[in-house]
T-cell receptor, first 115, second 111 residues
Framework: DSGVTQTPKHLITATGQRVTLRCSPR?????VYWYQQSLDQGLQFLIQ???????AKGNILERFSAQQFPDLHSELNLSSLELGDSALYFC??????????????FGEGSRLTVL | DAKTTQPNSMESNEEEPVHLPCNHS???????IHWYRQLPSQGPEYVIH???SNVNNRMASLAIAEDRKSSTLILHRATLRDAAVYYC????????????FGAGTRLFVKA
């Protein structure tokens, strides 16, 4: 158990719909990362938040958005869903500071199926 | 983030050592070398990391070249449960960076 919680574990929806994926980081971790992993593909970095602020952006589509709340949990919003958005979405968290080396701890992922 | 290069796949026999190589010729002085692995149907998990010196933990050993341009993850006795995709990435101890995962090395373990 990594300590990172993602909900829901599975989600099936239709094209054109909007969904929200939720991530609770490990206690005390300030950074949250979102990744997308399509079938047999590698991990595509989407976005990173640190203590509520966006810090780095990857290949995140304009239809996708994310935020990190004051309690440090994060949500990834996916809208106008297309078939190609079907994938596993992973959240990871890490701590940062002079005494840490920033290991990433991943959740179990949210599997999104768009029909 | 600096780029890493790994072989697409490797094969090992059970209970034999496995050496997984990684090249990172553009590594900067503040980059830590991290290894993660992803078992089937699971999220990636942290394996080991190092900066300059070789490192050992209960899962593996990490050998870092003197010029830091390459590293090798060593599994001392491969088991069937070690079959996974192994990722080598570079991370700096700063607040924001992309943390890019490459394609990784898929390790096959034969009984």
């Amino acid at each position: 158990d990594s300590g990172v919680t993602q909900t829901p574990k599975h989600l099936i929806t239709a094209t054109g719909q909007r969904v929200t994926l939720r991530c609770s980081p490990r206690s005390g971790d300030l950074s949250v990362y979102w990744y997308q992993q399509s079938l047999d593909q590698g991990l595509q970095f989407l976005i990173q938040y640190y203590n509520g602020e966006e810090r780095a952006k990857g290949n995140i589509l304009e239809r996708f958005s994310a935020q990190q709340f004051p309690d440090l949990h994060s949500e990834l919003n996916l809208s106008s869903l297309e078939l190609g958005d079907s994938a596993l979405y992973f959240c990871a968290s890490s701590s940062h500071g002079t005494l840490t080396t920033g290991e990433l701890f991943f959740g179990e992922g949210s599997r999104l199926t768009v029909l | 983030d600096a780029k890493t290069t790994q072989p697409n796949s490797m094969e090992s026999n059970e209970e034999e050592p496995v050496h997984l190589p990684c090249n990172h010729s553009t590594i900067s002085g503040t980059d830590y070398i991290h290894w993660y692995r992803q078992l089937p149907s699971q999220g990636p998990e942290y394996v080991i990391h190092g900066l300059t010196s070789n490192v050992n933990n209960r899962m593996a050993s990490l050998a870092i070249a003197e010029d830091r341009k390459s590293s090798t993850l060593i599994l001392h006795r491969a088991t069937l449960r070690d079959a996974a995709v192994y990722y080598c990435i570079l991370r700096a101890n700063t607040g924001g960076f992309k943390t890019i995962f490459g394609a990784g090395t898929r390790l096959f373990v034969k009984a």
